[in-house]
């Protein structure tokens, strides 16, 4: 189609500006423009920068060039337009002719034809005229081929002015996007199209941006002039209207217009006021307030002006509020002599709407699901027996009042329990608008241990397992009694109680101590190497960590191993192995506790550093001496010295010394428990490390297997 005019300088065609347009848009050559001095002082006096209206158009937009299509019927026929000519009749032709630089195309026995300046229009009925003396009896079609380039300029305040090279069927709009837009001090409200020193038209192209309308769009012709002037007044818009910007005045416009403009008010608009302000006289600022009847509509903007809508107030009228720890929390219509008890009736009013959910989820009896929930299914079973559903607090609930005069809050309490449970009318307040009612939880507010609502757990060898509600009178063994004692299988010994609120404490004592060890690891690798750790910078301690690849991947995999693991929250109940169900502590309970009864496990196990780890039948009276035996005996590597037993009960024994004592090996093996064997052949950091993990483990009871994970 065009090429570039490489004698002008600035010169550039349609395809070359189509590509710029790509880069920019695609980020490859995007350009910061730096904000305008207007831009600048809106964002100071309202904290946000405004674009241009209308800028996203041309940053946004990728412009591709019209290479072909139906040609305007206005169009003028020019030197090198390609004209395809079909005859058919007493005559029988037809070419592609190019139109000369003499303006003519040349016809078999007719000769020259000329066409240059005629209306595409007319040049069918012309090219007949010019044949007919020389045949009759036919038939003419005349139809345009490739289309004449023109040079024309962009000139004033446009992103890439200069000389352009374009195609015959460009319009003022066409070269305006081939040129990038308007600049930021470019005006988007008048683009003036020049030709022969007189100006054909001023198109504004917020008719385009605005309506869509293109209809005073022009075409160019060759030497066609384009100026973009300086912006001219402006004011900016921002609030609730759909589109926030700095908009450019065309003339005297009102406010109305400029909203329009901006697509109108957002649906949260407030009705009441709009707010301006205003330079006034170049020297001070005025604030004025107009109101959205005829006559504020049709104030006149002036340069400068911020104009500010805003949104309604969030504030709800003739509603009250009811939330927290109901059924159907939310706002609802007040009226005259409206009570609590119109909003809390009964009972059902207070059970949330997932509490059977989650009875289902801990295997409690509950009516047909209906919840979304429920249809998705959940196999993870809670670790720890916990409420329900958050029980409602019976004796504290409050509406919050707000005096409209003075604007202060006042908290007016009353019992939910003597309202809706005695039917108490001393209590069922009447409302006034705009108060808001929350019900609380338990858990929101701690109450009496005697009125608190827990459950528990109860696991494996139970007469009758299962999740049982304590009341303020009830322990660990009066619990035990309602779920009908133990069966004849139940190894008490070998019991796991767990806690949610000792595992919650574990578990941060194990990311305190994980920190703890990393920190230790980092001061002794920096120390080794003759360094103060204090005054140590960052840079050096990162160098003589990169400097011991091995012994670091090696310290941070345990570190790693540390913070990874999981508390178990397990209190230890101290029973023996003669242990009945009389001898089972009588401890106050927690919502949430948990214990498992196993049945009498018939092995022990040995892990660690010996050549046949395995678990091994459990042998009366047996020590752990044996036990090393028959899994072949310890291994090179191990340190005996460090040996262990973790039993059954989560406690550890190390085993007493003296001159006649063996140590661990002397003790005797439970069923259940595991004989924990330690490397010995550690480098001194993973060798403190480890032995600062054995004593976290012990002090955290954590079970055999993280134990395995340890020694591994």
């Known amino acids: 189609m065009a090429s570039a005019v490489g004698s002008v300088s600035g010169g550039e065609s349609f395809r070359d500006a189509a590509t710029r347009q790509r880069e920019v848009s695609s980020g490859v050559r995007t350009q910061v423009e730096e904000e305008t001095e207007f831009q600048k002082f809106v964002a100071t006096s309202t904290g946000r920068l405004l674009r241009h209206f209308g800028a996203d158009l041309f940053s946004q937009a990728i412009f591709a060039p019209v290479l072909n299509g139906p040609a305007p019927q206005e169009m003028i026929i020019g030197p090198d337009d390609e004209l395809k000519i079909r005859i058919w009749g007493q005559i029988n032709f037809s070419a ?81 996007f081939a040129s990038g837009g308007p600049s930021p001090q470019g005006s ?40 973009i002037p300086a912006a001219g007044e402006q004011v900016a818009l921002l609030g609730s209207v759909r589109q926030p910007a700095i908009y450019e005045l065309r003339g005297a416009q009102s406010l109305t217009q400029i909203i329009d403009a901006a697509g109108g008010k957002s649906n949260i608009a407030a009705k009441s006021r709009i707010s301006i302000e205003r330079i006034v006289d170049h020297s001070t600022r005025q604030a004025i307030e107009v109101s959205l009847d005829e006559a504020g509509a049709s104030s006149v903007l002036h ?116 309202l809706v449970l005695e039917h108490d009318n001393s209590q069922d307040m009447e409302l006034q608008p705009g108060d808001v009612i929350t019900i609380f939880t338990q858990s929101d507010i701690r109450i009496p241990v005697k009125e608190q609502t827990k459950y528990v757990r109860l696991e494996g060898e139970f007469v009758h397992p299962g999740i049982y509600s304590i ?49 230790q690891y980092r001061r002794d690798m920096v120390q080794r190497a003759g360094m103060p750790y204090v005054g140590a910078s960052a840079g050096q301690v990162a160098g003589q960590l990169a400097g011991n690849t091995e012994t670091n991947a090696a310290n941070q995999a345990v570190i790693a191993q ?67 035996q028959i899994a072949g005996g310890v291994t090179r590597e191990a340190d005996r010295s460090r040996m262990y037993i973790l039993r059954a009960d989560g406690t550890v024994a190390a085993g007493a010394t003296g001159m006649f004592s063996h140590g661990v090996e002397d003790i005797e093996l439970h069923p259940g428990d595991a004989l924990i064997v330690p490397e010995k052949q550690l480098r001194p950091s993973k060798m403190n490390t480890a032995l600062a993990w054995t004593q976290a483990l012990s002090q955290s009871t954590l079970t055999a297997i993280e134990v395995n994970a340890l020694t591994h």
């Open 96 to 176: 592609d002719l190019r139109v000369t630089r003499g303006g003519d195309i040349y016809l078999p026995k007719v000769g020259p034809v000329h066409v240059a300046g005629l209306p595409f229009s007319e040049v069918t009925e012309h090219t007949k005229s010019a044949i007919q003396p020389y045949y009759r009896n036919f038939g003419l079609t005349v139809d345009l081929g490739e289309i004449h380039t023109i040079q024309i300029y962009m000139t004033g305040l446009a992103r890439r002015p200069g000389a352009y090279t374009v195609s015959g069927l460009s319009t003022l709009v066409d070269a305006v």
């Open 188 to 227: 988007m409200r008048h683009v003036l199209l020049k030709r022969k020193g007189t100006v054909v038209t001023d198109y504004d192209l917020y008719a385009l941006v605005v309506n869509g309308d293109k209809t005073g769009d022009v075409q160019l012709q060759p030497g066609d002039v384009l100026y």
């Open 303 to 418: 340069d400068g002006d911020i104009v500010r809508i805003d949104p309604i107030l969030p504030v709800f009228k003739q509603t009250v509020t009811l939330r927290g720890a109901v059924a159907n929390p939310g706002k609802f219509n007040w009226r005259q002599g409206i009570r609590l008890s119109d909003l809390i009736p009964d009972r059902d009013s207070l059970v949330k709407r997932d509490y059977w959910w989650e009875r289902a989820r801990l295997g409690m009896p509950t009516p047909e699901l209906s919840a979304p929930a429920a249809a998705e299914g959940n196999d993870e079973k809670p670790a720890a027996v916990s409420s329900p559903s958050a029980q409602t607090n019976w004796n504290y609930a409050v509406v919050e009042r707000l005096n409209p005069a003075t604007m202060a809050t006042t908290l007016i309490p009353f019992s939910l329990g003597m």
């Open 471 to 519: 009341g303020p009178e009830d322990n660990l063994r009066s619990v035990i009694a309602k779920a009908g004692g133990f069966t004849p299988q139940a190894y008490l010994y070998g019991s796991v109680f767990t806690r949610v609120s000792t595992r919650d404490q574990e578990q941060r004592e194990l990311e305190e101590f994980a920190s703890r060890l990393e920190h």
């Open 562 to 628: 540390v913070r990874n693991m999981r508390a178990t929250g397990r209190v230890v109940l101290s029973l023996s192995q003669q242990s009945v169900e009389e001898n089972i502590p009588d401890m106050q309970l927690e919502d949430g506790d948990r214990l498992e009864v196993p049945f009498r496990p018939a092995t022990v196990q040995v892990i660690g550093a010996v050549y046949n780890p395995h678990a091994f039948i459990c042998r009366v009276g047996a020590k752990a001496a044996q036990y090393l």
